[in-house]
């Protein structure tokens, strides 16, 4: 970000102590900071995230170090290690039982084909993960950390935004010209960028009225295991959770949609939260392909069979990379990337300050 933000940020009162006497040039300037503190439309420009900072971070999260980022692999570890120190200097609060890091049970399934890693499987419980053997027992972990309410009355709600971090690993099988590295930079290093950069600019917003559990998702990829086990052992009451926005695939534009910087919502009908952006200003709109049924194919689905109003942020037009090695950092639209972003901090900002969604009649789902 600018030099200028930076000075935005920096404490008044550090200023005194380097300057006793404050020059007349340090006058006009904390002055001028004033006039713009005081426009937040200037302020907002200042926060939003830009196509660059979209793509620098993009490509950290989907480098080919982290080699796909496998559930209860090294490279996903890496990947944690990356979202946490980004949420450490967003200043949110660690809420893992390792600093932000929510311990996943995770071993490793029965062998497969030759050249493919064992499936994660996630134990029932952390007593059952003791009795595996050593050898099956991987390292793996959601990344949680809160954003705590301003808000007296509203501080003890809670808003999930979320995002899976996991993606398919590495296939010698599958490879394409040499590589066979799933990067995942669309599914979904994208939608755990939009978290972190929303996160950034809530903090730098002065915060929101409920708080906000900002999670990285593990597991999503092999029967969403992370957010199953981060249900079983909430690091919050799950009753005190209003609603769940997750953000799943939004690296490229959806022609369906209305092609760059337009985003859509999984089952929009279902409950009052579409409609609650929509009046805020916040341009998402219905689901463009509900016969892919992405509703239950992400990780709010398993909230909303809580009771939870949970939906997903996407704007993924059925590209042909889909879980393939293809699905680059080179392959994104960045000014859309970074629109549906800016789109996704808004939306979060107005689900964690104003009205509750709620779900329409019927559109709860069940347990079949
Ligand atoms: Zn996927």
């Known amino acids: 970000m600018t030099d200028r933000l930076t000075f935005l940020r920096t404490p008044a009162r550090a200023l005194p102590r380097a300057l006793p006497r404050p020059s007349l040039r340090v006058s006009l300037v904390l002055a001028l900071s004033l006039v713009l503190l005081a426009a937040p439309g200037l302020v907002d420009a200042q926060t939003a995230t830009t196509p660059d900072r979209a793509r620098q971070l993009l490509s950290r999260i989907a480098h ?10 090294p490279g996903a570890m890496r990947a944690a290690r990356i979202i946490a120190a980004e949420m450490e200097r967003h200043g949110l609060e660690p809420l893992g039982d390792r600093g932000f890091f929510q311990t996943v049970p995770i071993h490793a399934g029965p062998p497969r084909t030759p050249g493919l890693p064992p499936r994660p499987l996630l134990a029932a419980s952390m007593a059952a993960y003791d009795t595996i053997p050593a050898a099956q027992r991987r390292d793996a972990v959601n990344v949680v950390g809160l954003l705590r309410g301003t808000d007296p009355q509203l501080r003890d709600e809670y808003l999930i935004v979320g995002a899976h971090y996991d993606h398919i690993g590495m296939n010698a099988a599958r490879a394409v010209d040499g590589d066979s590295i799933f990067n995942g930079a669309d599914d979904d290093a ?98 463009p392909r509900p016969a892919q049924n992405f509703f239950a194919r992400s990780d709010n689905y398993p909230f909303a069979l809580l009771g939870i109003p949970a939906h997903t942020i996407s704007s993924f037009g059925g590209h042909g990379d889909y879980h393939g090695v293809n699905d680059e950092v080179d392959a994104v639209d960045f000014a859309h990337f970074s629109t549906v972003i ?24 069940e347990r079949r």
């Open 64 to 73: 080919d170090s982290l080699e796909g980022r496998l559930t209860g692999s």
């Open 190 to 287: 994208s939608g755990v960028v939009a978290m972190l950069e929303t996160a950034r600019q809530l903090r730098e917003g002065g915060g929101a009225k409920r708080s906000i559990l900002f999670v990285a998702f593990t597991g999503e990829e092999n029967g969403m295991t992370g957010t199953t086990w981060f249900i079983r052992n909430p690091v919050r009451p799950l009753e005190q959770v209003v609603a769940d926005v997750q953000i799943e695939m939004i690296a490229r534009p959806d022609s369906l949609a209305g092609g760059p910087g337009k985003g859509w919502l999984t089952g929009f009908e279902r409950s009052t939260m579409g409609e609650l952006l929509a009046a805020a200003g916040v341009a998402v709109i219905p689901d």
């Open 342 to 365: 800016n789109a996704t901090a808004r939306a979060v900002r107005v689900l964690a300050d104003g009205a509750k969604p709620e779900w329409k009649p019927g559109g709860k789902p």
